[in-house]
C-alpha cells in the first residue's frame, strides 16, 4: 500500500524556519513528480512547490519563491521542503503528494497529484 507520510511541522515564531520531510513507503517514487501544498482554515488547498523525477527542475508559488527549497533523496524515498523567512500567512496544513509514474509536468494542479499524505500543521506567530 502506497503511503506518503509528513513530519517536521510545528510551532515558529516569524522569521523562523523549519524543515518538512514526506517519507514515502510502498513503492519506490523515483518516477514521480513530488509536490507541496497547503490549506489554511476556510481557504482552497494551494500549490507550494513541486520537484521533477531527479530533482534537476522545482516550480515554486510565487508566495514562497526565494524562501522555501524543494528536494528530493531517491535513495531515502523521501521529499524536502526547507522553509525561511516564515511568516503568518504561512500558517497551514502542509501536504505531499505525488503525481503517477512518468507524468513528468512539475504541476501546480492538486487534482493532478494520486497519492496524498495526511499532511502537517505548520504554524507561525507574529
Known amino acids: 500500500q502506497v503511503q506518503l507520510v509528513e513530519s517536521g511541522g510545528g510551532l515558529v515564531q516569524a522569521g523562523g524556519s523549519l524543515r518538512l520531510s514526506c517519507a514515502a513507503s510502498?513503492?519506490?517514487?523515483?518516477?514521480?513528480?513530488m509536490g507541496w501544498f497547503r490549506q489554511a482554515p476556510g481557504k482552497e488547498r494551494e500549490f507550494v512547490s513541486a520537484?521533477?523525477?531527479?530533482?534537476?527542475?522545482?516550480y515554486y508559488a510565487d508566495s514562497v519563491k526565494g524562501r522555501f527549497t524543494i528536494s528530493r533523496d531517491n535513495a531515502k524515498n523521501t521529499v524536502y521542503l526547507q522553509m525561511t523567512s516564515l511568516k503568518p500567512e504561512d500558517t497551514a496544513v502542509y501536504y505531499c503528494a505525488a503525481r503517477k509514474p512518468y507524468y513528468s509536468t512539475t504541476s501546480s494542479y492538486a487534482n493532478e497529484y494520486d497519492y496524498w499524505g495526511q499532511g502537517t500543521q505548520v504554524t507561525v506567530s507574529s
Open positions: 520537484i521533477s523525477w531527479r530533482g534537476g527542475s522545482a
Open positions: 510502498g513503492r519506490t517514487f523515483i518516477n514521480n513528480v
